[in-house]
Protein backbone atom coordinates (compact mmCIF):
# COMPACT_ATOMS: atom_id res chain seq x y z
CA UNK A 1 0.00 0.00 0.00
CA UNK A 2 2.03 3.05 -1.11
CA UNK A 3 0.64 6.60 -0.15
CA UNK A 4 -0.03 9.10 -3.20
CA UNK A 5 1.59 11.47 -1.31
CA UNK A 6 4.70 12.97 1.19
CA UNK A 7 3.64 14.40 4.18
CA UNK A 8 2.29 12.07 6.58
CA UNK A 9 -0.84 11.78 9.06
CA UNK A 10 -0.74 10.66 13.15
CA UNK A 11 -3.96 9.94 14.05
CA UNK A 12 -4.70 9.67 18.12
CA UNK A 13 -6.39 6.43 19.30
CA UNK A 14 -8.89 6.64 22.20
CA UNK A 15 -12.37 5.70 22.70
CA UNK A 16 -13.90 6.10 19.53
CA UNK A 17 -10.60 4.20 17.70
CA UNK A 18 -10.27 1.15 19.83
CA UNK A 19 -10.81 -1.94 18.42
CA UNK A 20 -8.61 -3.22 15.03
CA UNK A 21 -11.28 -2.47 12.29
CA UNK A 22 -11.28 0.72 13.93
CA UNK A 23 -7.18 1.14 13.50
CA UNK A 24 -7.47 -0.64 9.78
CA UNK A 25 -9.85 1.79 8.82
CA UNK A 26 -8.22 4.48 9.87
CA UNK A 27 -4.61 3.04 8.56
CA UNK A 28 -6.05 2.61 4.82
CA UNK A 29 -7.79 5.92 5.28
CA UNK A 30 -4.37 7.51 5.48
CA UNK A 31 -3.02 7.45 8.96
CA UNK A 32 0.64 6.64 8.70
CA UNK A 33 1.38 6.58 12.39
CA UNK A 34 -0.79 6.16 15.35
CA UNK A 35 -0.46 7.92 18.60
CA UNK A 36 -1.30 7.01 22.31
CA UNK A 37 -1.86 9.83 24.57
CA UNK A 38 -0.82 8.46 27.87
CA UNK A 39 -2.71 11.66 29.46
CA UNK A 40 -5.63 9.48 29.38
CA UNK A 41 -6.28 5.64 29.90
CA UNK A 42 -4.36 2.75 32.00
CA UNK A 43 -1.41 1.40 30.88
CA UNK A 44 -4.16 -2.25 30.16
CA UNK A 45 -5.61 0.41 27.67
CA UNK A 46 -2.48 1.27 26.05
CA UNK A 47 -1.22 -2.00 25.61
CA UNK A 48 -4.62 -3.44 23.78
CA UNK A 49 -4.37 -0.52 21.11
CA UNK A 50 -0.42 -1.37 20.63
CA UNK A 51 -1.32 -5.30 20.23
CA UNK A 52 -4.38 -4.39 17.95
CA UNK A 53 -1.58 -1.71 15.77
CA UNK A 54 0.61 -4.62 15.44
CA UNK A 55 -2.12 -7.21 14.43
CA UNK A 56 -3.49 -4.47 11.18
CA UNK A 57 0.43 -3.81 10.83
CA UNK A 58 0.80 -7.60 10.27
CA UNK A 59 -2.20 -8.17 8.23
CA UNK A 60 -1.60 -5.17 5.72
CA UNK A 61 2.57 -6.24 5.69
CA UNK A 62 3.67 -2.43 6.30
CA UNK A 63 5.54 -0.45 8.88
CA UNK A 64 3.14 1.30 11.24
CA UNK A 65 4.68 3.83 13.42
CA UNK A 66 3.37 4.11 17.17
CA UNK A 67 4.22 7.66 18.93
CA UNK A 68 3.91 7.49 22.95
CA UNK A 69 2.97 10.97 23.86
CA UNK A 70 3.55 11.55 28.08
CA UNK A 71 1.55 13.90 30.22
CA UNK A 72 4.78 15.70 30.97
CA UNK A 73 4.31 18.03 34.42
CA UNK A 74 0.77 19.06 33.95
CA UNK A 75 0.13 22.02 36.41
CA UNK A 76 -3.03 21.71 38.29
CA UNK A 77 -5.17 23.48 40.76
CA UNK A 78 -6.94 20.93 43.47
CA UNK A 79 -10.46 20.19 44.53
CA UNK A 80 -13.28 22.45 45.65
CA UNK A 81 -15.66 21.64 48.18
CA UNK A 82 -18.57 21.74 46.06
CA UNK A 83 -16.73 20.90 42.65
CA UNK A 84 -16.74 24.35 40.85
CA UNK A 85 -16.88 27.59 41.60
CA UNK A 86 -17.45 30.97 39.76
CA UNK A 87 -14.78 33.45 39.52
CA UNK A 88 -16.05 37.14 39.33
CA UNK A 89 -13.76 39.76 37.92
CA UNK A 90 -12.06 42.41 40.32
CA UNK A 91 -12.24 39.48 42.82
CA UNK A 92 -9.44 38.70 45.08
CA UNK A 93 -8.55 34.61 45.44
CA UNK A 94 -5.67 32.36 46.70
CA UNK A 95 -3.36 29.74 45.87
CA UNK A 96 -1.92 27.82 48.85
CA UNK A 97 -0.47 24.49 49.52
CA UNK A 98 -3.51 23.35 51.80
CA UNK A 99 -4.59 20.17 50.68
CA UNK A 100 -8.09 21.02 52.36
CA UNK A 101 -10.73 21.41 49.31
CA UNK A 102 -11.64 24.82 48.19
CA UNK A 103 -13.86 27.38 48.19
CA UNK A 104 -14.89 30.88 46.68
CA UNK A 105 -12.08 32.33 48.01
CA UNK A 106 -8.95 29.79 48.14
CA UNK A 107 -8.23 26.71 46.71
CA UNK A 108 -4.55 24.40 46.89
CA UNK A 109 -1.99 25.01 43.92
CA UNK A 110 -0.03 21.37 45.18
CA UNK A 111 3.13 23.08 42.95
CA UNK A 112 6.46 25.05 45.54
CA UNK A 113 8.18 25.65 41.89
CA UNK A 114 5.65 28.11 40.44
CA UNK A 115 5.42 30.01 43.89
CA UNK A 116 9.28 29.55 43.76
CA UNK A 117 9.48 31.94 40.33
CA UNK A 118 6.11 34.39 40.30
CA UNK A 119 6.43 37.90 41.37
CA UNK A 120 3.70 40.62 41.91
CA UNK A 121 2.71 41.59 38.95
CA UNK A 122 2.27 37.82 36.95
CA UNK A 123 -0.06 37.01 35.32
CA UNK A 124 -2.07 33.44 35.81
CA UNK A 125 -4.17 31.77 33.11
CA UNK A 126 -6.50 28.76 34.58
CA UNK A 127 -8.37 26.25 32.07
CA UNK A 128 -6.42 26.82 28.85
CA UNK A 129 -6.51 30.49 29.25
CA UNK A 130 -9.90 30.96 29.69
CA UNK A 131 -9.14 32.83 33.52
CA UNK A 132 -6.82 35.49 33.80
CA UNK A 133 -5.69 36.06 37.36
CA UNK A 134 -2.40 38.69 38.70
CA UNK A 135 -0.47 38.26 41.56
CA UNK A 136 -0.82 40.87 43.90
CA UNK A 137 1.09 39.40 47.07
CA UNK A 138 3.06 36.16 47.46
CA UNK A 139 5.06 33.91 49.66
CA UNK A 140 7.28 30.80 49.56
CA UNK A 141 3.72 28.77 49.70
CA UNK A 142 1.08 31.27 48.87
CA UNK A 143 0.22 33.74 46.01
CA UNK A 144 -3.17 36.18 46.92
CA UNK A 145 -4.29 37.24 43.48
CA UNK A 146 -6.52 39.25 41.56
CA UNK A 147 -9.17 38.11 39.04
CA UNK A 148 -8.83 39.67 35.75
CA UNK A 149 -10.81 37.60 33.58
CA UNK A 150 -13.70 35.68 35.14
CA UNK A 151 -15.66 32.40 34.67
CA UNK A 152 -16.25 28.96 35.97
CA UNK A 153 -13.45 27.09 38.04
CA UNK A 154 -13.53 23.42 38.31
CA UNK A 155 -11.57 20.58 40.12
CA UNK A 156 -8.11 20.06 38.69
CA UNK A 157 -7.80 22.26 36.07
CA UNK A 158 -4.70 23.44 34.37
CA UNK A 159 -2.55 26.71 35.01
CA UNK A 160 0.33 28.08 33.23
CA UNK A 161 2.59 30.54 33.86
CA UNK A 162 3.20 32.24 30.77
CA UNK A 163 6.48 34.02 30.30
CA UNK A 164 8.42 31.89 33.20
CA UNK A 165 11.25 29.05 32.98
CA UNK A 166 9.84 26.68 35.83
CA UNK A 167 12.61 25.10 37.82
CA UNK A 168 10.91 21.49 37.11
CA UNK A 169 11.96 18.55 35.27
CA UNK A 170 9.97 17.88 31.89
CA UNK A 171 9.43 13.87 33.07
CA UNK A 172 7.16 13.55 36.42
CA UNK A 173 7.22 10.39 38.44
CA UNK A 174 4.45 9.09 35.90
CA UNK A 175 5.79 10.22 33.16
CA UNK A 176 9.40 8.02 34.40
CA UNK A 177 6.85 4.98 34.61
CA UNK A 178 4.54 5.42 31.37
CA UNK A 179 8.07 5.85 29.70
CA UNK A 180 9.66 2.52 31.18
CA UNK A 181 6.11 0.18 30.28
CA UNK A 182 5.96 2.18 26.49
CA UNK A 183 9.88 0.90 25.40
CA UNK A 184 8.93 -2.64 27.11
CA UNK A 185 6.31 -2.77 24.80
CA UNK A 186 8.25 -1.75 21.87
CA UNK A 187 6.58 2.06 20.79
CA UNK A 188 8.70 3.81 17.88
CA UNK A 189 8.50 7.66 19.21
CA UNK A 190 8.45 8.84 22.67
CA UNK A 191 7.11 12.67 22.50
CA UNK A 192 8.62 14.71 25.42
CA UNK A 193 6.12 17.21 26.74
CA UNK A 194 6.86 20.69 28.21
CA UNK A 195 9.73 20.99 26.89
CA UNK A 196 11.73 24.15 28.00
CA UNK A 197 15.50 23.59 27.84
CA UNK A 198 18.15 21.61 25.80
CA UNK A 199 18.61 19.89 29.55
CA UNK A 200 15.31 18.14 28.90
CA UNK A 201 15.80 16.05 26.09
CA UNK A 202 19.78 14.95 26.67
CA UNK A 203 17.58 13.81 30.48
CA UNK A 204 15.21 11.83 28.24
CA UNK A 205 18.03 10.73 26.02
CA UNK A 206 19.57 8.77 28.72
CA UNK A 207 16.50 6.99 29.97
CA UNK A 208 15.12 6.01 26.03
CA UNK A 209 18.41 4.81 25.82
CA UNK A 210 18.39 4.20 21.97
CA UNK A 211 15.11 2.28 22.17
CA UNK A 212 12.75 4.68 20.23
CA UNK A 213 12.72 8.21 18.49
CA UNK A 214 12.76 11.13 20.69
CA UNK A 215 10.44 13.48 20.04
CA UNK A 216 10.15 17.39 21.42
CA UNK A 217 6.71 19.14 21.65
CA UNK A 218 7.14 22.68 21.75
CA UNK A 219 4.52 24.05 23.59
CA UNK A 220 6.90 26.46 26.32
CA UNK A 221 7.23 30.04 24.90
CA UNK A 222 10.88 29.97 27.12
CA UNK A 223 11.92 26.69 24.40
CA UNK A 224 12.16 29.10 21.42
CA UNK A 225 14.60 30.59 23.31
CA UNK A 226 16.64 27.44 22.69
CA UNK A 227 14.84 26.37 19.69
CA UNK A 228 17.82 25.58 18.05
CA UNK A 229 19.74 23.72 20.29
CA UNK A 230 16.61 21.76 21.13
CA UNK A 231 15.55 20.48 17.90
CA UNK A 232 19.91 19.38 17.44
CA UNK A 233 19.10 17.56 20.45
CA UNK A 234 16.06 15.74 19.26
CA UNK A 235 15.32 13.40 16.61
CA UNK A 236 11.88 15.13 16.02
CA UNK A 237 9.71 18.07 16.64
CA UNK A 238 5.76 19.15 17.41
CA UNK A 239 4.45 22.57 17.22
CA UNK A 240 2.45 21.71 19.92
CA UNK A 241 -0.27 24.62 19.13
CA UNK A 242 -2.63 23.99 22.02
CA UNK A 243 -0.16 24.90 25.06
CA UNK A 244 1.89 27.02 22.79
CA UNK A 245 -1.31 29.00 22.15
CA UNK A 246 -2.34 29.40 26.07
CA UNK A 247 1.19 31.13 26.88
CA UNK A 248 1.12 33.17 23.70
CA UNK A 249 -0.42 35.91 21.76
CA UNK A 250 -2.99 34.02 19.03
CA UNK A 251 -0.81 36.41 16.34
CA UNK A 252 2.27 34.78 17.58
CA UNK A 253 1.59 31.43 17.44
CA UNK A 254 1.61 31.48 13.33
CA UNK A 255 4.78 33.20 13.36
CA UNK A 256 6.31 30.63 15.85
CA UNK A 257 4.95 27.63 13.74
CA UNK A 258 6.83 28.96 10.32
CA UNK A 259 10.19 29.75 12.21
CA UNK A 260 9.83 26.24 14.05
CA UNK A 261 9.59 24.62 10.60
CA UNK A 262 12.46 26.07 9.47
CA UNK A 263 14.95 25.83 11.47
CA UNK A 264 13.89 21.71 11.35
CA UNK A 265 13.88 21.47 7.54
CA UNK A 266 17.18 23.24 7.99
CA UNK A 267 18.60 20.39 10.20
CA UNK A 268 16.60 17.63 8.49
CA UNK A 269 14.88 17.04 11.44
CA UNK A 270 10.83 15.77 11.11
CA UNK A 271 8.50 18.37 12.72
CA UNK A 272 4.96 17.85 13.48
CA UNK A 273 2.05 20.61 13.40
CA UNK A 274 -0.46 19.65 15.81
CA UNK A 275 -3.52 20.64 17.85
CA UNK A 276 -7.32 21.90 16.37
CA UNK A 277 -6.26 21.12 12.86
CA UNK A 278 -9.88 19.42 12.66
CA UNK A 279 -11.46 20.27 15.50
CA UNK A 280 -14.76 21.23 13.88
CA UNK A 281 -15.08 17.37 12.92
CA UNK A 282 -15.21 16.23 16.46
CA UNK A 283 -19.17 16.93 16.13
CA UNK A 284 -19.27 17.61 12.60
CA UNK A 285 -18.70 15.27 9.29
CA UNK A 286 -16.54 18.00 7.50
CA UNK A 287 -14.21 21.07 8.60
CA UNK A 288 -14.54 24.21 8.24
CA UNK A 289 -12.83 26.24 5.26
CA UNK A 290 -10.21 27.93 7.80
CA UNK A 291 -9.16 24.28 9.16
CA UNK A 292 -9.01 22.62 5.98
CA UNK A 293 -6.48 25.71 5.03
CA UNK A 294 -5.03 25.65 8.03
CA UNK A 295 -3.78 21.77 6.98
CA UNK A 296 -2.54 22.87 3.99
CA UNK A 297 -0.55 25.68 5.22
CA UNK A 298 1.35 23.56 7.19
CA UNK A 299 1.76 21.10 4.22
CA UNK A 300 2.79 24.06 2.21
CA UNK A 301 5.56 25.04 5.11
CA UNK A 302 7.08 21.79 4.20
CA UNK A 303 6.20 19.96 7.85
CA UNK A 304 6.64 16.01 7.59
CA UNK A 305 3.55 15.65 9.45
CA UNK A 306 0.22 16.87 10.96
CA UNK A 307 -1.51 15.75 13.55
CA UNK A 308 -5.68 14.57 14.57
CA UNK A 309 -5.78 14.48 17.66
CA UNK A 310 -9.62 14.65 19.62
CA UNK A 311 -10.91 14.22 16.23
CA UNK A 312 -10.00 10.29 15.95
CA UNK A 313 -9.71 9.58 19.95
CA UNK A 314 -13.11 10.83 20.66
CA UNK A 315 -14.76 12.58 17.98
CA UNK A 316 -17.59 11.26 16.18
CA UNK A 317 -16.32 11.49 12.81
CA UNK A 318 -12.81 9.74 13.21
CA UNK A 319 -12.42 7.96 10.07
CA UNK A 320 -13.89 10.68 7.80
CA UNK A 321 -11.15 13.21 9.93
CA UNK A 322 -8.52 10.89 8.41
CA UNK A 323 -10.12 11.32 4.86
CA UNK A 324 -10.27 14.87 4.48
CA UNK A 325 -6.72 15.47 5.99
CA UNK A 326 -5.88 12.57 3.62
CA UNK A 327 -7.52 14.72 0.18
CA UNK A 328 -6.34 18.00 1.19
CA UNK A 329 -2.64 17.01 1.50
CA UNK A 330 -2.94 15.24 -1.68
CA UNK A 331 -4.66 18.83 -3.16
CA UNK A 332 -2.03 20.51 -1.88
CA UNK A 333 0.99 18.21 -3.11
CA UNK A 334 -0.59 18.48 -6.47
CA UNK A 335 -0.78 21.80 -6.76
CA UNK A 336 1.64 23.64 -8.98
CA UNK A 337 2.85 26.18 -6.32
CA UNK A 338 3.69 23.93 -4.02
CA UNK A 339 5.81 22.01 -6.53
CA UNK A 340 7.51 25.12 -7.14
CA UNK A 341 8.23 26.03 -3.26
CA UNK A 342 10.21 22.66 -2.78
CA UNK A 343 12.31 23.39 -5.72
CA UNK A 344 12.66 27.10 -4.57
CA UNK A 345 13.37 26.20 -0.86
CA UNK A 346 15.57 23.10 -1.15
CA UNK A 347 18.18 22.84 1.80
CA UNK A 348 21.64 23.66 0.84
CA UNK A 349 23.51 19.85 1.42
CA UNK A 350 26.12 19.99 4.08
CA UNK A 351 29.51 19.52 3.22
CA UNK A 352 29.92 16.01 3.68
CA UNK A 353 29.47 13.38 0.75
CA UNK A 354 26.37 11.83 2.61
CA UNK A 355 24.42 15.44 1.43
CA UNK A 356 25.95 15.47 -1.73
CA UNK A 357 24.95 12.77 -2.82
CA UNK A 358 21.76 13.36 -1.57
CA UNK A 359 21.32 16.68 -3.30
CA UNK A 360 22.41 14.71 -6.21
CA UNK A 361 19.49 11.84 -6.19
CA UNK A 362 16.84 15.22 -6.08
CA UNK A 363 18.69 16.39 -8.82
CA UNK A 364 18.99 13.30 -11.11
CA UNK A 365 15.27 12.06 -10.45
CA UNK A 366 13.55 15.27 -11.37
CA UNK A 367 16.00 15.83 -14.99
CA UNK A 368 15.40 12.01 -16.02
CA UNK A 369 11.80 11.42 -14.55
CA UNK A 370 12.29 8.77 -11.94
CA UNK A 371 9.72 7.45 -10.24
CA UNK A 372 11.55 6.73 -7.04
CA UNK A 373 14.37 7.25 -4.79
CA UNK A 374 15.04 4.20 -3.41
CA UNK A 375 17.29 4.37 -0.41
CA UNK A 376 19.45 1.05 1.83
CA UNK A 377 19.50 2.29 5.32
CA UNK A 378 20.55 0.51 8.36
CA UNK A 379 19.94 3.80 10.88
CA UNK A 380 17.54 5.84 8.48
CA UNK A 381 19.92 8.22 8.21
CA UNK A 382 20.16 7.95 4.80
CA UNK A 383 16.34 8.50 4.12
CA UNK A 384 16.39 11.43 6.43
CA UNK A 385 18.61 13.27 4.36
CA UNK A 386 17.20 12.38 1.13
CA UNK A 387 13.86 13.53 2.71
CA UNK A 388 15.69 16.86 3.72
CA UNK A 389 16.26 17.53 0.07
CA UNK A 390 12.39 17.50 -0.43
CA UNK A 391 12.61 15.97 -3.89
CA UNK A 392 9.80 15.48 -6.21
CA UNK A 393 9.46 11.44 -5.97
CA UNK A 394 8.59 8.95 -3.48
CA UNK A 395 11.47 7.53 -0.90
CA UNK A 396 11.29 3.74 -1.08
CA UNK A 397 12.74 3.36 2.46
CA UNK A 398 14.66 -0.48 2.79
CA UNK A 399 16.38 -1.89 5.64
CA UNK A 400 16.70 -4.95 7.49
CA UNK A 401 15.60 -3.58 10.96
CA UNK A 402 12.00 -3.41 11.49
CA UNK A 403 12.28 -0.88 14.11
CA UNK A 404 14.02 1.77 11.45
CA UNK A 405 10.99 0.74 8.79
CA UNK A 406 8.50 1.79 11.58
CA UNK A 407 10.22 5.01 12.49
CA UNK A 408 10.54 6.26 8.70
CA UNK A 409 6.50 6.43 8.79
CA UNK A 410 7.21 9.41 10.46
CA UNK A 411 9.30 10.99 7.67
CA UNK A 412 7.84 13.24 4.67
CA UNK A 413 7.97 10.81 1.62
CA UNK A 414 9.46 7.85 3.39
CA UNK A 415 7.85 4.23 2.14
CA UNK A 416 9.55 2.23 4.75
CA UNK A 417 10.27 -1.22 3.52
CA UNK A 418 11.94 -4.35 5.28
CA UNK A 419 13.91 -6.81 3.25
CA UNK A 420 16.84 -9.10 3.99
CA UNK A 421 20.47 -7.59 4.43
CA UNK A 422 22.63 -6.33 1.52
CA UNK A 423 25.91 -8.30 0.55
CA UNK A 424 26.67 -6.82 -2.49
CA UNK A 425 25.98 -3.98 -5.19
CA UNK A 426 24.55 -6.27 -7.30
CA UNK A 427 22.03 -7.46 -4.15
CA UNK A 428 21.59 -4.10 -3.82
CA UNK A 429 20.56 -2.80 -7.26
CA UNK A 430 18.34 -5.81 -8.16
CA UNK A 431 16.53 -5.58 -5.02
CA UNK A 432 15.64 -2.12 -5.20
CA UNK A 433 14.50 -2.66 -8.29
CA UNK A 434 12.25 -5.40 -7.26
CA UNK A 435 10.48 -3.91 -4.47
CA UNK A 436 10.04 -0.45 -6.27
CA UNK A 437 7.88 -2.51 -8.56
CA UNK A 438 6.54 -4.78 -6.61
CA UNK A 439 4.76 -2.17 -4.41
CA UNK A 440 3.89 -0.28 -7.44
CA UNK A 441 6.59 3.26 -7.22
CA UNK A 442 7.44 2.09 -10.70
CA UNK A 443 6.72 0.04 -13.87
CA UNK A 444 8.85 -2.22 -16.81
CA UNK A 445 10.89 0.12 -18.63
CA UNK A 446 10.87 3.01 -15.79
CA UNK A 447 13.89 4.09 -14.18
CA UNK A 448 14.85 4.74 -10.14
CA UNK A 449 17.42 6.47 -8.15
CA UNK A 450 19.42 4.01 -6.11
CA UNK A 451 21.83 5.61 -2.99
CA UNK A 452 23.19 3.64 -0.44
CA UNK A 453 26.55 3.40 1.68
CA UNK A 454 29.44 1.41 1.21
CA UNK A 455 30.48 -0.80 2.88
CA UNK A 456 26.97 -1.98 3.58
CA UNK A 457 25.52 -1.66 7.25
CA UNK A 458 27.61 0.83 8.22
CA UNK A 459 25.53 3.97 9.24
CA UNK A 460 26.22 7.35 7.83
CA UNK A 461 28.39 6.55 5.19
CA UNK A 462 25.67 7.18 1.87
CA UNK A 463 28.09 7.31 -0.77
CA UNK A 464 26.91 5.55 -3.72
CA UNK A 465 24.34 6.68 -6.59
CA UNK A 466 22.89 4.18 -9.25
CA UNK A 467 20.26 5.17 -11.77
CA UNK A 468 18.50 1.74 -12.47
CA UNK A 469 16.05 0.41 -15.37
CA UNK A 470 13.14 -1.35 -13.87
CA UNK A 471 13.03 -5.01 -16.33
CA UNK A 472 10.02 -7.01 -17.12
CA UNK A 473 11.99 -9.69 -15.03
CA UNK A 474 11.29 -7.56 -12.01
Excluded at 5 to 17: D, E, F, M, Q
Excluded at 69 to 84: H, I, N, S, Y
Excluded at 297 to 313: H, P, Q, R
Excluded at 407 to 419: F, Q, S
Aim: a negative charge.
Amino acid sequence: MKRDRHAKIIATLGPASSTPQAIEALFRAGADVFRLNFSHGTHDDHRARYEMIRQVEASIGRPIGILLDLQGPKLRVGQFAAGKIELAPGQEFRFDMDKTPGDETRVCLPHPEIFAVIQVGTELLLDDGKIRVRVEHHGADYANVRVLTGGPLSDRKGLNVPGEALPISALSDKDRSDLEFGLSLGVDVVALSFVQRPEDVAEARKLVAGRALILSKLEKPQAIDFLDEIVELSDAIMVARGDLGVECPPEVVPILQKRIIETCRHQGKPVVVATQMLESMINAPAPTRAEASDVATAVYDGADAVMLSAETASGKYPLEAVSIMNKIICSVERDSYYKRIMETRAEEPETTAADAICAAARQVSATIGAKAIVTFTSSGSTTLRAARQRPPVPILSLTADIKVARRMALVWGAHGVVTADISSFADMVQSGCRLAHRDEFAHAGERVVIIAGVPFGTPGTTNILRIAWISDQH
